[in-house]
Every structure is written in structure tokens, then in C-alpha cells.
């Protein structure tokens, strides 16, 4: 398949169902020397994130099944080794592919059994921790790993930090360049393979003394780059080299990302990750206003009269919504890049000073910095606010994306407040509240549209069924009162809960149903003991939209109603 094909077909799929475009375009030639150069079934390929896959997806026999991509029952949009063979890992969150790849070169090395391991790496996914600790310890883990350094000069926003300065310098030495223009021509032209390996050394040598040390060779890397990663026949020889090398070795390849859909080429951040659109107009569907926009605007306007706030984010500033604050505040706005354990302890060190910290973070990729939370910021009590986005099932992402696991993970940490709003108006208090509390506060809210305002039905004392249900779901809790004949009540604070609430309901006889957008396990039911528990199994939630996911699991308002009617009826 030419990459042309492979891009219209990528286009064709996100267009209809959504998904990670940008990314995806500018991978295509690298997913095809990949594809070419390496056995994608017997060698092992690491997508890091695993955004940028859909070409390799297409090319290892999913081309017919890609327009299903990330509906019910299709084509996944990350990696997974249960959908095909030439999926080596799971992935979704970024940095952990130079780990796993190392793994098993030490895995391969063990057995003797000789199949070449690459790990590919976006240049933003590269200044992840996980990456970096796979780097220094990877040459004294495994005897060869192949690193393919897919640097777009993006993360999903301008990449900020020392690396991204290094990468840069590494593509733009001018005097390299031109030195390495001229080699390049003489380099391409030679077919014997020895001969190859002969110019990347001299070109090695080149830069190096050019560009002074090269920053990886000194992790024991041998630095093949920059390749040109649109150009199918620079990157098959380089490959082709990193192959036959007995070394470790990182090929920097320099992608467009975007690349051949005009629109993405020209705002790839608008273009990272896009829900269904018509391609002819090329234009995205406006977007309704959602939680993140508005805890964004929640924050900018506390920001206005408390100096002290500060806002931090990992890589992710327009998807938790806070391009604006960044805006206004640009001296108090901190992008860490995708580091999100750094984030966390950073922010303790910000309120130890005296700041109000606030860290915008999805769910999900909140799990990597659950250790910091627990030994930088609870310990020390300190006043860090957490706003998770996408807490709850997000839908077509998948297993790795679910924000399932927060409640759980967060709820046994001592000191810790955790809340969720049941609208906007209530986010806009409880982040107030946050703001003036005297520890760490985590406020949970689910990804799409934020209702504006959601009345609060009345208890009403002679109800037998109580139903608890947290932000989100508080709506559906009263959906399934007014079916049962029950009460609704919205547990505003998940830990503290309302102790004395939940005690007068005992006295009263009621039976507790809770209902919560997360897993059940350790969940917001297990804290006020349940008697009856509502929320995502003991199981990963794979993709599919949010309706359809509520409805196999049977946690629709009808289904739940029905469910818990027939526990009454059986046990009285
Ligand atoms: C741990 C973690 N944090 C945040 C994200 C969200 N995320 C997905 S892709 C991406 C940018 C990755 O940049 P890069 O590796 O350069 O790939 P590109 O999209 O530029 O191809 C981010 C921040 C993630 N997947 N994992």
C-alpha cells in the first residue's frame, strides 16, 4: 500500500469515528519501513502511546476492519496484543516503550532467541521519567534495543523544556546540515550494506564533532539522524542499519505531524485528537461547552483575585482547559510536559512555598503520580488542589484511558478531600472551597458536556430506597428514584462522606443503593458500605461510546431501576 492510500484510509476512518489524526498522518512512511524492514509479527515493535499506530494497524492485516476504528467491537485506537500478534504491548499512556522494548531485548537475549526489539518514541513521550529511566539503565539492561525517535517538534502542544531545545539543536546545526546534505547524496547512492554501515559511522563521527557529544551516545545509544521520516528510502537504510548494528542504537527520524491532510499540517495541536468531522469542509464540529472549559473558567476567575494560584499541567493544557488562564496568566501557568509525577511533587514544593497550586490532570494519567501525592503532598498536608478531568468512562479510548481507578487509588490517603460536582455551579463552589482548605483536595469531573445547573430532588423521609450517587451520575440516581419510588441524594464530598446522612438513612430502615462513574471496587459504594453497589466491574472497559458502554454493562437508569427492584423483591 503506498503511503497516500494509508493516509486516505487513516482520514477516512477519523473522519467518520473520531480519533488521533495528526500524529497518525506523520507516522505512515515510519509505520512502512518499519512494516518492511523488520518482521512486524516475529520482531517486536513498541508504539509508545500508540496514537501514531493506525498506518501500522493498516499495514498488519487490519486494513479491512480500520473503518470499525474505535467503535463497539472494532479496531482499537491504541495497540493491544489481544486485537493482533503484531501489537507487542498495551499502550495508551506515554514513556513506557523504551522500558518494555528493554525488557524484552533482556527477555530475548535470555532465551537466545533473536528477534530485533524497537521501541518507537514521540519527542514528547521521550522527556517522560519512564523514558529517561529506561535510557540509563537500558544499556546495562540488554545487550540491543533499537529506539525510533519519531520527533514532530510537537507534543500535543509546543513540547517545552531542555530536551526539546536539545532535539532541536541536534536537526537544526546548520553547519551539520549542509556537511550532511552532501554526505546524504553519496550515502543513499550506496547499496552494499558494509559500505552503509561505513557512512552512518563517518556521518556519526561528523556530528559529533560538530554538534559536540551527542547527548544520547552517552547513554550507551548510537545516534543514527536526523532522517528525514517522509522520505520511505532514507528511512529503510537507516533502519536497515540500526538492524544490523550489535548495538544499541536511537534513530532520530523528523516527521511532520499532520503530514498530507493540509489542516492538520497547519494546526496539529487542533488536529491531535478530533471527533467525528466532515472532511470536505475540513472543519471541526464546534464544541459544547464541557467541564474542562468550564473548571477553566472557574479557575481564571479565582486566579483574578487570589495571586497565589497557580495552575500546572503536564502536556495537556487545551484538553484540561486551561488555555485561558495560560493566557491571562502566563508568569503563573506551568507546562511540565508529560510528567505527571513530577507535576504532583513540583506542585507540593509550590504550596510549600506558599503558592496555591492547582493541577489540571485526566483520570487516568493521574495514576502515574498517585506515589507523589501520597509522600510529597499528603504526608505534609499540604494545600494542592487536583482537578481531574475525565474521571469516568471516557468512551472511545479505551481500556487505557477509563478514569475508573481514582476513587480507589486516592480514597485510603489520609488527609486527602475528594469531591465531585454535579454541575457546573457546584465545580465553581467546590473549587472554591478547595481553594481556602488547609490540605490537598481532589475534585473529580467527567469528560463532555457540563449541565449548567442540576436541581437537587428533595429527600423524602418515608422513601425505603436512599440512592447516593456522585457528580455525574447524580442525575441518573434521580432517574432511578423517581422509578422506584425512592430518594436521590448527591454525596457532594466522596471522603469525607456525610457521615451523619448516611446514619440517619440506617436509623430510618432505607436501603443504600450508590451509584458512581468509576469502578466499583474500593469505590465511593465500599466507603459508605452500599447495600446495593452501582459502577464500572472488576474488569478494563474496553471502547465503544459512553451510552453503549452503559448499556452492556447495565448501568442505564432502566437497568439499574430493574436491578435493583429484583434484589428487593428476592431479598425483601
Ligand atoms: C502519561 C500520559 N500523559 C499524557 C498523555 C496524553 N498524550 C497523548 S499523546 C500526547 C503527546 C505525545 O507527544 P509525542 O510523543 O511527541 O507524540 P505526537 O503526538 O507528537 O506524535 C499526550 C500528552 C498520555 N498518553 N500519557
Not at 166 to 171: A, D, E, N
Not at 430 to 436: C, I, S, V, Y
Request: aromatic share 8%; with cysteine.
Amino acid at each position: 500500500m503506498s503511503p497516500a492510500e494509508i493516509r486516505e484510509r487513516i482520514i477516512a476512518a477519523v473522519a467518520a469515528n473520531g480519533g488521533h489524526l495528526a500524529s497518525s498522518l506523520g507516522a505512515v512512511e515510519i509505520a512502512l519501513a518499519l512494516s518492511e524492514v523488520f518482521d512486524p509479527v516475529r520482531d517486536r515493535i513498541v508504539w509508545d502511546v500508540g496514537h501514531q499506530a493506525y498506518a501500522w494497524k493498516i499495514l498488519t492485516a487490519r486494513s479491512e476492519k480500520f473503518s470499525t476504528l474505535r467503535r463497539l467491537d472494532g479496531i482499537s485506537g491504541f495497540p493491544n496484543p489481544s486485537e493482533s500478534p503484531a501489537d507487542a504491548a498495551v499502550a495508551g499512556h506515554a514513556g513506557t516503550a523504551i522500558s518494555v522494548a528493554s525488557g524484552m531485548a533482556a527477555a530475548r537475549d535470555r532465551k537466545g532467541s533473536g528477534e530485533h526489539v524497537v521501541a518507537v518514541v514521540g519527542d514528547g513521550a521521550l522527556v517522560n521519567g519512564t523514558s529517561f529511566e529506561a535510557i540509563n539503565n537500558c544499556a546495562a539492561a540488554t545487550s540491543k534495543v533499537i529506539v525510533v525517535l519519531n520527533d514532530n517538534e510537537m507534543s500535543i502542544s509546543r513540547p517545552c523544556g531542555s530536551v526539546s531545545r536539545l532535539l532541536g539543536r541536534l536537526i537544526s546545526g546548520v553547519r551539520y546540515n549542509r556537511i550532511k546534505a552532501a554526505a546524504e547524496k553519496t550515502g543513499h547512492r550506496l547499496k552494499l550494506t558494509f559500505l552503509r554501515g561505513a557512512y552512518h559511522r563517518l556521518e556519526s563521527r561528523i556530528k559529533s564533532l560538530f554538534l559536540g557529544n551527542v547527548f544520547f551516545e552517552q547513554f550507551g545509544l548510537r545516534y543514527i539522524g536526523p532522517v528525514d521520516g517522509h522520505d520511505l528510502a532514507a528511512l529503510r537504510d537507516a533502519f536497515t542499519v540500526a538492524k544490523e548494528d550489535k548495538r544499541s542504537v536511537l534513530v532520530h527520524v523528523v516527521t511532520k505531524k499532520g503530514k498530507g491532510y493540509a489542516p492538520a499540517e497547519e494546526s496539529p495541536t487542533k488536529w491531535h485528537g478530533v471527533g467525528a468531522f466532515d472532511r470536505n469542509r475540513a472543519e471541526l464540529p464546534r464544541s459544547v461547552r464541557d467541564w474542562s472549559a468550564a473548571f477553566g473558567d472557574a479557575l481564571t476567575a479565582a486566579a483574578r483575585k487570589d495571586p497565589r494560584i497557580v495552575a500546572l499541567t503536564a502536556g495537556m493544557k487545551d484538553g484540561t482547559g486551561l488555555g485561558g488562564f495560560a493566557a491571562e496568566f502566563p508568569d503563573r501557568f506551568f507546562d511540565v510536559g508529560i510528567a505527571e509525577g513530577h507535576m504532583a511533587a513540583f506542585a507540593a514544593g509550590l504550596a510549600a512555598g506558599g503558592l496555591k497550586p492547582v493541577v489540571a490532570v485526566y483520570s487516568t494519567f493521574l495514576q502515574r503520580s498517585v506515589d507523589q501525592i501520597m509522600h510529597d503532598v499528603a504526608i505534609s498536608n499540604l494545600p494542592v488542589v487536583f482537578c481531574v478531568d475525565r474521571a469516568g468512562v471516557v468512551g472511545a479510548d479505551g481500556v487505557t484511558h477509563q478514569g475508573v481507578f481514582d476513587v480507589a487509588m486516592l480514597r485510603t490517603l489520609p488527609n486527602l478531600t475528594i469531591c465531585q460536582p454535579k454541575d457546573e455551579e457546584d465545580l465553581a463552589g467546590l473549587l472554591d472551597e478547595a481553594l481556602g482548605r488547609d490540605g490537598p483536595t481532589v475534585i473529580r469531573y467527567p469528560r463532555g458536556a457540563v449541565p449548567a445547573k442540576v436541581e437537587s430532588a428533595k429527600p423524602f423521609g418515608e422513601a425505603k430506597i436512599s440512592v447516593w450517587a456522585t457528580g455525574d451520575w447524580y442525575p441518573k440516581a434521580c432517574e432511578v428514584a423517581q422509578k422506584l419510588g425512592a430518594e436521590a441524594v448527591h454525596a457532594r464530598y466522596l471522603k469525607p462522606f456525610d457521615a451523619a446522612a448516611l446514619a440517619r438513612a440506617r436509623k430510618d430502615g432505607k436501603l443504600i443503593v450508590s451509584l458512581e462513574n468509576a469502578a466499583v471496587a474500593g469505590g465511593f459504594g465500599e466507603a459508605i458500605g452500599a447495600d446495593i453497589r452501582f459502577g464500572w466491574p472488576d474488569e478494563f472497559i474496553a471502547h465503544g461510546t459512553v451510552d453503549e458502554l452503559e448499556r452492556r454493562y447495565a448501568l442505564d437508569a432502566d437497568s439499574i431501576a430493574a436491578a435493583v427492584k429484583k434484589t428487593v423483591e428476592e431479598y425483601g
